[in-house]
């Protein structure tokens, strides 16, 4: 695996990168050498730049920056020198936004351990497997999930359980009372026996009596291990260093400077999990070493409960997915509260629909930043700049010290205006797959480009525009058809709420398109949507079959689901077929 630098040298000159004139007066056009040299320090220097200013706030509790920064010290030392756990050691955290997480992470970083996100609702297969690959010596876990570490413990390489319950690390009484209530009254937390697990506030408790010992930790070191299903498909870990993490904080920053001013206690919301990647780089360490106040939201699919905390917290910013949003605007009291202070909301994860960045123009009188990323460059890779108006549907343009192009098949840069696979270079590419080297080679050239398996278009002035999957596109009698196309479309008439695309054969074109309908009400007919979508898409580009479901499959994070909805049209194929048979 190789390092990256901590700035992009590229032969390509400065006239040439015609998103340079984007960029803003306060924007650089390259990062400079790093402040810190890991991800530790820099939790360090945040503290004491930023004090008894509110670091993380969630149900009502706030740590300070100097709290969260002794809280992981301690429980550094307690993996030191009680789990006797070393520099390099792999160890799994597996919780949703509360606020253990960012002491349990920034505490294992600065115990120079590799941290493994796992999404605390993998079923215990996709535990099994991640587990299996990364070979963790420890878990830190949300009692809530802890019967499904149970299950697999047996088949795993880990040797230490550390469970907490969500509300550890709230004022006391409210968090006794706070895990009385999930546990007995709502009973959220499922039975299980690890009976040589240990507490959270027990290994905090232990780790004050011990001495933090710096295990020299260096910026091409590993920090991180983030599962993803790849460009080139399956789950696998990105290897990420601390020189990437630290390096796309700063690529990214100088973008939120020039909407938020200079460091400041601005309120943050993290909608978004921090197990996912873009809301761990932006939320938990961006935005924590700019010195804001975020804002954590555990259950962000608690529709009503997510809209109190915003009228309570009056955000500056906040980070979310497209459906997300779409999701507040349907909301009724989310018309309601003040969104006077909001000036920044930033879109990842999937496109933005531009019916959901008009709506959400017309409520909250800002616009909607949408950028692009992915795991294997930490995430972010470009943004429309903040200091002007989005170019809805783009994906903006790169960040400092990054560089983009569009090739073809064999990895030949194509012109301007020609589709291709996108890809990146710059500080923030990984190191490649855990030991993976055959699909590293796949996605990472010699000379350090990362083939993402987006097909994207530039323009002219250097914004790009994200068509669609490479593996996802409808080839129909020879034309490419992009499903996001015909989802942006179909997203525009006002009783479709979500759309979902994918290709079914057709013994004339090969493959046609196949609309997966989410509607108002029962008013919108197949018929009144065809008609809409023949103003929008040439022949085709538009469906053959629409079908009307209650819900499209999604990720955590809100992405739909081709991939299921593949799987369903299959199914439904198959029992067809089974049924003639008959």
């Known amino acids: 695996m190789s390092t990256r630098n901590d700035r992009v040298d590229n032969p390509v000159g400065d006239e040439d990168r015609p998103w340079f004139a984007y960029y803003g007066p306060s924007v650089p056009r390259h990062i400079g050498p790093l402040h810190e040299s890991s991800l530790g320090e820099m939790v360090a220097a945040a503290a004491e730049r930023h004090g008894d200013a509110d670091a993380f706030t969630n149900m009502g509790g706030s740590l300070s920056f100097r709290e969260v920064d002794a809280l992981a010290t301690r429980f550094a030392a307690f993996l030191q020198h009680d789990l006797k756990l070393r520099k390099g050691d792999r160890i799994v ?19 120079g351990l590799i941290v493994v996100n796992a999404n605390p609702l993998y079923t215990t297969r996709e535990m099994a497997g991640v587990f299996k ?13 802890a019967h499904k570490v149970e299950e697999v413990l047996p088949s795993t390489s880990i040797e230490h359980v550390i469970v907490t319950k969500v509300g550890d690390l709230l004022p006391r009484p409210k968090g006794a009372l706070v895990n009385l209530v999930a546990d007995k009254v709502k009973k959220m937390v499922p039975a299980y026996s690890l009976p040589a697990a240990i507490s959270f506030r027990k290994a905090l408790s232990q780790g004050r009596e011990e001495r933090f010992e710096d295990p020299g930790v260096s910026a091409d070191d590993i920090a991180l291990l983030q599962y993803t299903g790849g460009t080139t498909g399956g789950a696998k ?7 990437n993490m630290l390096s796309n904080q700063e690529q990214f920053m100088s973008q939120i400077r020039a909407t938020l001013g200079e460091e400041s206690q601005s309120t943050i919301i993290a909608a978004l999990p921090l197990y996912h990647v873009f809301a761990l780089t932006v939320n938990c360490l961006g935005f924590y070493r700019f010195g804001c106040r975020t804002v954590l939201i555990t259950n962000p ?43 920044l909301t930033v879109a990842g994860g999937m496109a933005v629909r531009s019916s959901v960045a008009e709506r959400w123009r017309e409520l909250v009188g800002t616009d909607i930043v949408e950028g692009y990323g992915l795991t294997e460059a930490s995430p972010v890779v470009s943004v429309n700049p903040t200091h002007m108006p989005p170019r809805v549907g783009t994906i903006g343009v790169p960040l400092p010290s990054t560089d983009l192009r569009v090739v073809d098949d064999e990895g030949t840069p194509l012109p301007v205006g020609q589709a291709g696979e996108l ?5 923030q590419v990984m190191q490649g797959y855990w030991h993976n080297a055959e699909e590293t080679a796949k996605v990472l050239t010699d000379d350090g480009w990362l083939l993402t398996g987006d097909v994207a278009v530039m323009d002219d002035d250097g914004f790009f525009t994200i068509v669609d999957r490479k593996k996802e596109i409808i080839v129909a009698s020879g034309f490419n ?10 997203m525009m008439h006002p ?5 979902g695309a994918i290709p079914v054969a057709d013994e004339r074109a090969g493959e046609v398109p196949k609309l997966f309908v989410v509607r108002r009400d029962d008013s919108l007919t197949e018929e009144a949507l065809r008609a809409f979508l023949r103003e929008r898409l040439t022949g085709y580009k538009r469906p053959r079959q629409i079908e009307f479901i209650d819900e499209l499959p999604k990720t955590n994070v809100g992405k739909v689901l081709r ?15 089974a049924q003639t048979a008959e």
């Open 93 to 111: 955290i597996q919780m949703p936004n509360v606020l253990q997480y960012p002491v349990a992470f920034f505490g294992a970083l600065r115990a």
């Open 133 to 145: 690959d990364a070979e963790p010596r420890a878990i830190v876990v949300l009692a809530n999930f």
């Open 237 to 243: 870990a990105a290897v990420l260093s601390h020189r």
């Open 301 to 343: 699919r608690d529709i009503k409960g997510f809209v109190k905390e915003l009228a309570k917290a009056r955000p500056d910013g906040i980070m979310l997915v497209s459906t997300l949003a779409s999701a507040l605007l349907d909301e009724p009291t989310f018309k309601e509260i003040d969104h006077e202070r909001l000036r």
């Open 423 to 427: 890809a990146v270079r710059g500080p």
């Open 481 to 490: 058809v992009y499903p996001g196309e015909i989802e942006d479309a179909a």
């Open 495 to 499: 009783l479709v709420v979500e759309a």
């Open 563 to 577: 991939r299921a909805l593949r799987e369903r049209e299959a199914a439904a194929q198959a029992a067809q077929a």
